[in-house]
């Protein structure tokens, strides 16, 4: 493979990786949509914190 052919490969798939929205992206609108605001509140605490935050961040909500 010819190095700017491989180049514009990396190029494309980290495109549309950095793109494709990730799993919390979709599970907050999912779960307020289903009128279900305060674990909405509880997922955008947890996404937003780091992993030792995000079972303090479910306590409160909770």
């Known amino acids: ?3 700017t052919a491989a180049l514009w490969s990396f190029v ?5 990786l950095t ?3 990730g799993l919390d992206t979709g599970l907050i609108p ?3 949509a ?5 674990q909405a509140l509880g997922g955008v605490l947890g996404s937003r914190a ?5 079972f303090e961040a479910h306590r409160v909500v909770r």
């Open 1 to 3: 493979m010819e190095m």
């Open 12 to 16: 494309l798939v980290v495109g549309l």
């Open 19 to 21: 793109l494709t929205p």
């Open 30 to 32: 999912h779960t307020s």
């Open 34 to 38: 289903l009128g279900r605001r305060r």
């Open 50 to 54: 780091d992993p030792p935050q995000i």
